[in-house]
């Protein structure tokens, strides 16, 4: 089945560590984004790629980075700089023939 | 500042009944999308408007973009318990391909 895969679906870690969060598609979509969603708040943009081997700064990029070494792959890290890491990330895709971004299912980060 | 504003914030609806929401921009719209999220889940897509006073349905969902493209609204018809989520507006805002900026949300709850 194609599809949007992020793991793992629930992540808690200690103040102070980086933490990568996974985000794999096989829909062959060229574009990949990340974002970071939380209460009462619509979706922020955090870092998209479009190509490999580039991506760009969204809105709220300060405190995390990204790598695109593959298509289908697109890891979200969130550093020890990020001042509010608690939140739901979201990963989509997008391929130059699609409609819309298809998300995938979210990863809930706690840090405590 | 939200640059795209979504109208209520919540709402409850009795099953049956009709239901009404609205996304409003400060900006011209090149694209305006629709989707609906479970709490704590990915995004689905619902719909894609572009074209000043388009109109689709999908069911009992109807979405419009009105015809200077500043505001769309999404109408769901005889609600069912299956409509309760939350409901966000994604708008192109740019000419920058793949930026959407994003709604803070409408939660809908369907009573019986």
Known sequence: DGGITQSPKYLFRKEGQNVTLSCEQNLNHDAMYWYRQDPGQGLRLIYYSQIVNDFQKGDIAEGYSVSREKKESFPLTVTSAQKNPTAFYLCASEGLSTDTQYFGPGTRLTVL | ?112
């Open chain 2, 1 to 112: 500042s939200q640059e795209l504003e979504q109208s209520p914030q919540s709402l409850i609806v009795q099953e049956g009944k009709n239901l009404t929401i609205n996304c409003t921009s400060s900006k011209t719209l090149y694209g305006l999308y629709w989707y609906k999220q479970k709490y704590g889940e990915g995004l689905i897509f619902l719909m894609m408007l572009q074209k000043g006073g388009e109109e689709k349905s999908h069911e009992k969902i109807t979405a419009k973009l009105d015809e200077k493209k500043q505001q769309s609204s999404l109408h769901i018809t005889a609600s069912q318990p299956s409509h309760a989520g939350i409901y966000l507006c994604g708008a192109d805002i740019s000419d920058s391909w793949g930026k959407l900026q994003f709604g803070a949300g409408t939660q809908v709850v369907v009573t019986p």
